[in-house]
């Protein structure tokens, strides 16, 4: 392939789209950026459920595009993995981590990787879908929502789990989504509600840092103090959900995955076993957001035949999100992908540059996958006494990097250590040789 800057489609504005947008543009391609919603959420960051925990494999890939400085603007830092005691609180262990954690909020990330990628002359579209698309020996007719037909060299779908890109993609096209039986409820407490209760008080200073965690009998829960929002920000997970029978729920007459929930009292029941922190802040909430988790079976392929159509992130391999690293993948995704079709002239056609970008994903993928797999089974016992055990088990430091235990230095090594754009580049220069 000639070395040239091509017409990019990115079907999807969230953070693995955006940063495709930003390598792609800086690197001089002619990029725009379709995303379905009407606006990038409200102005202050006051959304519940959106908080999200960047480990450095993730933030190296956003350095590497300028963004230092504007994503430490909006970040919470932190350096360890507090596991406490469900049942009083107390500290069971506390793992740190080689490089540390960033904890933002989604919309924050969001604003900052838009003001990015229209700096580096990406157009972005909001309120806008794609209806369809075909793939042709020289590029890709895209039709529009509004009616407009364009063409691309190159259509990213990065569209989430419910990809409609996904859709145009022979092989990958009829597999959709499945539910995994688990749900995680996703909570937000201001600094005043928590600053009412002794207990809930001390989480919210406590959960500065470190990253806070809890394995209760069939759930567990991940939280941390969003101090630039000043509120508490917990992720609490139900391994046994199934139909919502223990929340008064019945699922098999509802169709979507994230909606508000508010039955508290049911809520409260199900959670009553905790410690006095987080009965004591449940009871300063009205409202959750409930997500059912879903997850997408494996795709035989993540492009078209011609390699001009390409998934990323939850459109490719969505998963449940029990490692902590759904936007971490997709930003991985977006790096490599984003190198590989800067440098195409190493390359003799697109089709090699989808099967280069898969060939050195899908790996990565899976080992993520062995980690949320065991970390589900291990947190669906219903056993407290086998947990905590297992609790005991994860300071093993004999264990696999991504089999092993869950909660370990050398698992965060096998996380951090990985460096999307060093591989891309890497496996570019050996080409050239």
């Known amino acids: 392939m000639p070395d040239e800057k091509f017409t990019v ?18 690197a001089g391609h002619e990029v725009t ?13 006051g959304e519940s459920g959106q908080g999200l925990c960047l480990t450095v494999n993730a933030t190296k890939c956003l350095v590497a595009l300028g963004l230092e400085e504007d994503f430490l603007g909006i970040a919470d830092g932190g350096q360890d993995l507090q596991i406490r005691d469900f049942r009083d609180g107390s500290s069971v262990r506390r793992v740190t981590t080689l490089n540390g954690h960033a904890m933002v909020h989604r919309s924050d990330l969001l604003r900052v990787l838009v003001r990015h990628a229209t700096k580096a002359d990406a157009r972005i579209h909001i309120n806008q879908k794609c209806l369809g698309m075909i793939e042709h020996d020289s590029g890709v007719g895209v039709m529009l929502q509004d009616g407009r037909c364009v063409q691309a060299d190159v259509v990213i779908g990065a569209d989430g789990i419910h990809s409609e890109t996904r859709g145009f993609i022979e092989g990958s096209k009829s597999i959709d989504p499945v539910l995994t039986g688990h749900c995680t409820f996703l909570v937000d407490v201001p600094k005043a509600s928590m600053e009412r209760h002794e207990a ?4 919210y200073k406590d959960g500065r840092d ?24 917990l992720q609490m997970n139900d391994h046994t959900y199934g139909n919502g029978s223990a ?5 098999e007459k509802r169709k ?8 508290m009292d049911a809520y409260r029941e199900r959670w009553s076993d905790s410690e006095p922190a987080v009965t004591e802040l449940l009871e300063e909430t009205t409202s959750v957001t409930k997500w059912r988790i879903a997850e997408l079976p494996e795709l ?24 902590g690293q759904g936007a971490a993948m997709a930003i991985e995704d977006a790096t490599v992908l984003s190198v590989l079709l800067s440098n195409s002239e190493v390359f003799s056609q697109f089709s090699e ?14 080992g993520f996958k062995e980690i949320i797999y065991a970390n589900m089974s291990r947190w669906s016992q219903t056993d407290a006494g086998a947990q905590q055990l297992s609790l005991k088990d994860s300071a093993a430091t004999e264990c696999d990097d991504v089999k092993g235990a869950w909660a370990t230095e050398k698992r965060y090594r096998w996380i951090d250590d990985y460096d999307a754009r060093g591989i891309a580049l890497g496996l570019v220069a050996a080409m050239r040789k």
Do not use: C
């Open 9 to 26: 489609l990115i079907v999807g504005g969230g953070i693995g789209g955006l940063v495709a947008a930003i390598s792609l543009a800086q």
């Open 33 to 45: 950026v379709i995303e379905h919603k009407s606006r990038y959420d409200n102005d202050d960051g």
């Open 200 to 203: 809930s008080k001390q989480l």
């Open 210 to 233: 470190p990253f806070q965690f809890w394995i209760v009998p069939e759930r567990s829960i991940v939280a941390w103090t969003m101090t630039r929002h000043n509120r508490y920000h």
């Open 247 to 251: 929340y008064g729920e019945d699922e």
């Open 256 to 263: 979507g995955l994230v909606t508000t929930f508010d039955n």
């Open 300 to 323: 035989p392929t993540w492009s078209s035949p011609g390699g001009r159509i390409v998934l990323l992130g939850d459109a490719a391999h969505a998963v449940p999100p029990y490692a």
């Open 353 to 366: 540059v989808a099967r280069t970008y898969e060939k050195i994903r899908r790996p990565r993928i899976q």
